[in-house]
């Protein structure tokens, strides 16, 4: 690159940081309106049963509850994300005939306080038929399994097949097959703000919705679905946003019933889940039975791979049809592998339902993956390191039928952390290091939602002092888009960060977009914003040119607010002056820049990938299996750095996720109760626990990217669980097959190698 | 029936009537408007409620409001002082110390309690500071980072 960036790249302060840190951010939390009501909703205590009768009528006479509502009050529609396929829309959210896991809801309150509207609860008289209940997709997927839906062949929600090469032929071929089992577990997002969600309706019908969301698009369109409204009488906001991480961009139990509470009254009303409902009630990752078998030659040339998994849904299709399809995509990353086979299941169970969740399935095949590529490593007497550099991706590479990889840093990324295992030296006992690669997409291509839109769009405006206000309906849930989209306008038009002012998704005022998931923002949004700027960009240098009786065959740019000839940038004048006269010569109207994106020919999965090779470091108590995550460093690489800061953080925060799921994140449940509801039961990693983190940048620059920039969020939670498994077998000689691996699992596994020893 | 509550908040005298079981957390939020204190669990496990009693850390989740009768609290938005960040919340942009912020109120409050008691921490000391927060996004390591500046005395006092 010969530019050189003014905005991109630089160490800046958050957009928002200053609302951040004097706790001047309002959250949806935070939101009061005049005449506001508090909702709160009834769950199902079943994990599978017939509703027979609802009696509201207490609840009714209770002082300050001002109404009920029931399945009955809404139209007894459907919704599900998956929209393309009307099939997989299953869920009510206010159930009226059944109810399918503990927590799904049956009524919903709306009173004068937050008390008032839980004792009303109490008083709302559910009469339920219990029916027999499956928790576990493998007896789900039995001929006597009770049925979760009707209809549901084996309560197979789902099926996926991918395919390429001749796989029963290339496993004759190798010299050294495989074949392992695994289980993945399921995590919380334990996002700090909980799902909330203030309506309002108005008594002209339209409806207002302030909500912590990751798509104000999509909940915008779900509840134009469920209400059987116009899309643009709903103006949904999401302000800040307390954490996503993926369970956050689907119509929910806060957002639906507050909305049917409101239209009933005409009075705002703010529902927000209680943290032990955020735990139960809300979607979770999806748990996996994965079945691994690998083929390689003795050299360590991976000739066929086959992975089957069964996936636990829980009780409706959520964001799972996703993860089913994306585990089986990533469980062939990041190698070249000429002969692939996948087969997944996602089985109907009456438990919480599993849906998106950072990373969508690819921490789970890159667990899996990543612990068997070692165990074959070992095996062939082959370096882990090297086996990875012999089968890794590289630039330009086509999974076959499948995908097209422009950059890709991963063999420059093994080089570094081969580098850094070195400079590290010989460990102290009971210590391992343990590697794990890893790549993820810069969002998705398949129009699973359905949307005639285009998938990212936004509106520049320059107004006369030069200033520029950005609309984008793209969302901030922490992960810092309105800064990094920032940037980026900032970078395209020439002028200062400062310069720049966002107004992010808020259905009322932005264009659509669909949304923070899929790592999808800074390339999809980052590249609409990036036109949009160019656009606007365009406007000015015309008079620019004018003005400064520039010849023709002078290319004109801006930079650092100064216009000027590309050869000779001594010669410009001032951006705000040109603005000035602009906006004059466009009979008094402001600039406005538009800039759309949506991924064409570009494979079926994603427009680009990241990669990055990550090193955890364990250091283990041999008689009590305990161990403490020492270090964990990674190689990674995501295109032009738009926003350093950001990755950082990104980065760190992902190892805190990804290191629990290794570590200690996890759901257990009785017949289909979770059993630790609490973050004082639900064990997260906490400062004390938190390891040193090291990153090495590495350089790559993605051709499809807004300046050259990809995915860095969720990516980086894939390699961890796998780093931390690979580690603990390097450190004390056991291996752990079901996540997460706590502490307990290593000390039985530890008493069994003695035994089999003796 | 509720009682006479008078305390201090961020250095202003109330006197209001609460309800014997209306919490601290609620009643700053919900009477006094200060929503920069959040709740993240409402059992004292999570810490995006934290406050200053007396200049001790406390989760006001877990603290009844007539318990903080005659008392100087200090909340989030008492850090600044009229236009002026703490060092702690420069510091805490400066190494990009938060994401989505939800917990960045009550980290910054335990932290602040740290220092005021322990201006000299060590990094297991800021640690065991602020292992009750829970922070979803940002892996503690940049705001481990950010109050060890501030102990190094990278941000002076603003005057």
Same mark, same amino acid.
Request: proline fraction near 5%; aromatic fraction near 8%; hydrophobic fraction near 35%.
């Given at each position: 690159m010969t530019t050189k960036f003014t905005v991109i790249g630089q160490r800046v302060h958050n957009v928002d940081g200053t609302e951040k840190v004097t706790g001047s951010a309002k959250y949806t939390f935070d939101v009061v309106l005049p005449n506001m009501l508090y909702g709160k909703v009834k769950r199902s205590p079943y994990p599978h049963a017939k509703i027979l009768k609802i009696d509201t009528s207490k609840a009714k006479k209770?002082?300050?509850? &001002?109404a009920v509502v029931t399945? &009955?009050?809404?139209?007894g529609r459907k919704q599900g994300?998956?929209?393309?396929?009307?099939?997989? %829309?299953?869920?009510?959210?206010? %159930?009226?005939t059944k109810v399918r896991y503990?927590?799904?809801?049956?009524a919903a309150v709306a009173a004068i306080d937050e008390d008032t509207a839980e004792e009303a609860l109490d008083l709302i008289e559910v009469e339920y038929e219990p029916l027999p209940a499956v928790f576990d997709p493998l007896e789900a997927i039995k001929e006597d399994a009770p049925q979760v839906?009707?209809? #549901?062949e084996l309560n197979i929600n789902i099926n996926r097949h991918i395919e390429w090469g001749d796989v029963d032929e290339a496993f004759q071929k190798c010299d050294h097959i495989r074949e392992d089992q695994y289980k993945c577990s399921s995590q919380a997002?334990? %996002?700090?703000? @909980?799902h909330d969600a203030v309506a309002s309706f108005g008594h002209n019908g339209k409806l207002t919705v302030w909500t912590s969301s990751q798509s104000s698009y999509y909940i915008q369109r779900l509840y134009a679905d469920m209400l059987d409204m116009?899309?643009?009488?709903i103006r949904v906001m999401n302000r800040h946003?307390?954490?996503?991480?993926?369970? &956050?961009f689907e119509l929910d139990s806060a957002q639906f019933p507050a909305a049917i509470l409101s239209q009933k009254l005409c009075q705002p009303v703010k529902i927000v889940l209680s943290r032990e409902e955020e735990f139960t009630a809300t979607k979770r990752r999806t748990p996996m039975y994965y079945f691994l078998k690998l083929g390689a030659t003795k050299?360590?040339?991976?000739?066929a791979k086959e992975a089957r998994v069964i996936t636990e849904g829980g009780a409706y299709t959520a964001m799972g049809a996703t993860a089913l399809y994306l585990t089986g995509f990533f469980s062939s990353f990041p190698y070249k592998y000429p002969n692939y086979r996948y087969d997944g299941y996602r089985v109907y169970t009456n438990t919480a339902v599993t849906s998106a969740m950072r990373g969508f399935g690819a921490p789970q095949s890159t667990f899996v993956g990543e612990s068997q590529l070692d165990m074959m490593a070992e095996d062939l007497g082959i370096d882990p390191i090297e086996i990875r550099r012999k089968n890794g991706m590289t630039p330009n590479?086509?999974?076959?039928?499948q995908a097209f990889i422009q950059s890709c840093g991963l063999h420059q990324c093994l080089d570094k952390i081969e580098d850094h295992i070195k400079k590290r030296g010989k460990l102290p006992p009971n210590h391992g290091i343990g590697v794990s690669a890893y790549g993820f997409m810069s969002?998705?291509?398949?129009n699973w939602f359905n949307t005639?839109? $285009?998938f990212s769009a936004a509106v520049v405006r320059i107004n006369i002092d030069g200033k520029v206000d950005l609309y984008t309906g $793209? %969302?901030?849930?922490?992960?810092g888009s309105n800064t990094t989209l920032s940037m980026i306008c900032a970078e395209e038009l020439g002028v200062?960060?400062?310069?720049v002012r966002i107004f992010s998704g808020d259905t009322g005022i932005c264009p659509p977009d669909l949304g923070a998931?899929?790592?999808r923002e800074t390339l999809m949004n980052g590249n609409a914003v990036k036109r949009a700027a160019a656009d606007a960009k365009r406007q000015l240098l015309e008079f620019a040119a004018a003005h400064m009786g520039a010849n023709i065959v002078y290319d004109l740019d801006i930079k650092d607010r100064w216009v000027h000839l #590309?050869?000779?940038?001594?010669?410009g004048v001032s951006y705000f002056d040109i603005v000035k006269a602009a906006i004059r010569g466009k009979d008094g109207n402001a600039i406005m820049g538009r800039g759309y994106y949506t991924p064409h020919? &570009?494979?079926?999965?994603?427009?680009a990938y990241s990669f990055g090779v990550q090193i955890a470091e364990v250091a283990v108590d041999p008689e009590t299996g305990r161990y403490k995550l020492v270090n964990v460093t990674t190689a990674h690489e995501?295109? @032009?750095?738009?926003n350093p800061l950001g990755i950082e953080g990104q980065l760190e925060g992902a190892i805190m996720m990804a290191g629990g799921y290794g570590y200690c994140e996890d759901q257990p449940m009785d017949d289909g109760k979770?059993?630790?509801?609490?973050i004082a039961d639900y064990k997260l990693i906490r400062s004390l626990d938190m390891p040193e983190t090291e990153i090495l940048e590495i350089d790559t620059y993605e051709p499809?990217?807004?300046?050259g920039a990809k995915e860095?969020?969720?990516?980086?939670?894939?390699?961890t669980a796998g780093a931390i498994g690979n580690a603990i077998y390097k450190a004390v000689g056991v291996r752990i097959n079901?996540?997460?691996? @706590?502490p307990e699992k290593v000390f039985k596994a530890l008493r069994e190698k003695k035994q089999k020893a003796k | 029936m509720k009682k006479e509550l008078k305390f201090k908040v961020n250095g202003q005298p109330y006197d209001i009537f609460v309800k014997p079981k209306a919490l601290l957390s609620d009643v700053l939020r919900?009477?006094?408007?200060? *929503?920069? *204190?959040?709740?993240? !669990?409402?059992?004292?496990? !999570?810490? =995006?409620c934290t406050v200053m009693l007396n200049g001790m850390a406390v989760k006001s989740c877990s603290? +009844? =409001? +007539? /318990?903080?009768?005659?008392a100087e609290v200090v909340t989030v938005?008492?850090? =600044?002082k009229g236009n002026k960040l703490s060092p702690l919340q420069r510091a805490f942009l400066d190494h990009g110390s938060? /994401? !989505?912020?939800?917990c960045t109120p009550g980290m910054l409050m335990s932290s602040t309690a740290l220092l005021t008691e322990n201006p000299k921490p060590t990094k297991e000391e800021i640690k065991e500071g602020i292992d009750g927060n829970i922070c979803? !996004? *940002?892996?503690y390591n940049s705001i481990i980072r950010a109050i060890t500046a501030v102990v190094k005395g990278d941000y002076k006092e603003a005057k």
């Amino acid at each position: 690159m010969t530019t050189k960036f003014t905005v991109i790249g630089q160490r800046v302060h958050n957009v928002d940081g200053t609302e951040k840190v004097t706790g001047s951010a309002k959250y949806t939390f935070d939101v009061v309106l005049p005449n506001m009501l508090y909702g709160k909703v009834k769950r199902s205590p079943y994990p599978h049963a017939k509703i027979l009768k609802i009696d509201t009528s207490k609840a009714k006479k209770l002082i300050g509850v &001002k109404a009920v509502v029931t399945g &009955k009050d809404t139209l007894g529609r459907k919704q599900g994300i998956w929209r393309r396929f009307p099939e997989l %829309c299953d869920e009510e959210i206010l %159930c009226r005939t059944k109810v399918r896991y503990i927590g799904d809801p049956v009524a919903a309150v709306a009173a004068i306080d937050e008390d008032t509207a839980e004792e009303a609860l109490d008083l709302i008289e559910v009469e339920y038929e219990p029916l027999p209940a499956v928790f576990d997709p493998l007896e789900a997927i039995k001929e006597d399994a009770p049925q979760v839906h009707d209809g #549901v062949e084996l309560n197979i929600n789902i099926n996926r097949h991918i395919e390429w090469g001749d796989v029963d032929e290339a496993f004759q071929k190798c010299d050294h097959i495989r074949e392992d089992q695994y289980k993945c577990s399921s995590q919380a997002h334990v %996002c700090m703000e @909980t799902h909330d969600a203030v309506a309002s309706f108005g008594h002209n019908g339209k409806l207002t919705v302030w909500t912590s969301s990751q798509s104000s698009y999509y909940i915008q369109r779900l509840y134009a679905d469920m209400l059987d409204m116009k899309e643009s009488d709903i103006r949904v906001m999401n302000r800040h946003t307390g954490g996503g991480f993926g369970s &956050k961009f689907e119509l929910d139990s806060a957002q639906f019933p507050a909305a049917i509470l409101s239209q009933k009254l005409c009075q705002p009303v703010k529902i927000v889940l209680s943290r032990e409902e955020e735990f139960t009630a809300t979607k979770r990752r999806t748990p996996m039975y994965y079945f691994l078998k690998l083929g390689a030659t003795k050299d360590g040339k991976l000739l066929a791979k086959e992975a089957r998994v069964i996936t636990e849904g829980g009780a409706y299709t959520a964001m799972g049809a996703t993860a089913l399809y994306l585990t089986g995509f990533f469980s062939s990353f990041p190698y070249k592998y000429p002969n692939y086979r996948y087969d997944g299941y996602r089985v109907y169970t009456n438990t919480a339902v599993t849906s998106a969740m950072r990373g969508f399935g690819a921490p789970q095949s890159t667990f899996v993956g990543e612990s068997q590529l070692d165990m074959m490593a070992e095996d062939l007497g082959i370096d882990p390191i090297e086996i990875r550099r012999k089968n890794g991706m590289t630039p330009n590479y086509e999974v076959p039928g499948q995908a097209f990889i422009q950059s890709c840093g991963l063999h420059q990324c093994l080089d570094k952390i081969e580098d850094h295992i070195k400079k590290r030296g010989k460990l102290p006992p009971n210590h391992g290091i343990g590697v794990s690669a890893y790549g993820f997409m810069s969002g998705g291509i398949f129009n699973w939602f359905n949307t005639p839109y $285009a998938f990212s769009a936004a509106v520049v405006r320059i107004n006369i002092d030069g200033k520029v206000d950005l609309y984008t309906g $793209a %969302c901030d849930i922490g992960q810092g888009s309105n800064t990094t989209l920032s940037m980026i306008c900032a970078e395209e038009l020439g002028v200062k960060l400062e310069d720049v002012r966002i107004f992010s998704g808020d259905t009322g005022i932005c264009p659509p977009d669909l949304g923070a998931w899929g790592s999808r923002e800074t390339l999809m949004n980052g590249n609409a914003v990036k036109r949009a700027a160019a656009d606007a960009k365009r406007q000015l240098l015309e008079f620019a040119a004018a003005h400064m009786g520039a010849n023709i065959v002078y290319d004109l740019d801006i930079k650092d607010r100064w216009v000027h000839l #590309v050869d000779r940038p001594e010669r410009g004048v001032s951006y705000f002056d040109i603005v000035k006269a602009a906006i004059r010569g466009k009979d008094g109207n402001a600039i406005m820049g538009r800039g759309y994106y949506t991924p064409h020919r &570009k494979g079926m999965i994603s427009p680009a990938y990241s990669f990055g090779v990550q090193i955890a470091e364990v250091a283990v108590d041999p008689e009590t299996g305990r161990y403490k995550l020492v270090n964990v460093t990674t190689a990674h690489e995501s295109g @032009t750095v738009v926003n350093p800061l950001g990755i950082e953080g990104q980065l760190e925060g992902a190892i805190m996720m990804a290191g629990g799921y290794g570590y200690c994140e996890d759901q257990p449940m009785d017949d289909g109760k979770i059993l630790n509801p609490s973050i004082a039961d639900y064990k997260l990693i906490r400062s004390l626990d938190m390891p040193e983190t090291e990153i090495l940048e590495i350089d790559t620059y993605e051709p499809e990217g807004p300046f050259g920039a990809k995915e860095a969020g969720e990516g980086l939670t894939n390699p961890t669980a796998g780093a931390i498994g690979n580690a603990i077998y390097k450190a004390v000689g056991v291996r752990i097959n079901d996540l997460p691996i @706590t502490p307990e699992k290593v000390f039985k596994a530890l008493r069994e190698k003695k035994q089999k020893a003796k | 029936m509720k009682k006479e509550l008078k305390f201090k908040v961020n250095g202003q005298p109330y006197d209001i009537f609460v309800k014997p079981k209306a919490l601290l957390s609620d009643v700053l939020r919900i009477e006094l408007g200060l *929503t920069g *204190t959040k709740r993240g !669990c409402n059992s004292s496990s !999570c810490g =995006a409620c934290t406050v200053m009693l007396n200049g001790m850390a406390v989760k006001s989740c877990s603290v +009844l =409001a +007539l /318990q903080a009768n005659g008392a100087e609290v200090v909340t989030v938005e008492g850090l =600044a002082k009229g236009n002026k960040l703490s060092p702690l919340q420069r510091a805490f942009l400066d190494h990009g110390s938060y /994401q !989505c912020g939800f917990c960045t109120p009550g980290m910054l409050m335990s932290s602040t309690a740290l220092l005021t008691e322990n201006p000299k921490p060590t990094k297991e000391e800021i640690k065991e500071g602020i292992d009750g927060n829970i922070c979803r !996004c *940002t892996g503690y390591n940049s705001i481990i980072r950010a109050i060890t500046a501030v102990v190094k005395g990278d941000y002076k006092e603003a005057k």
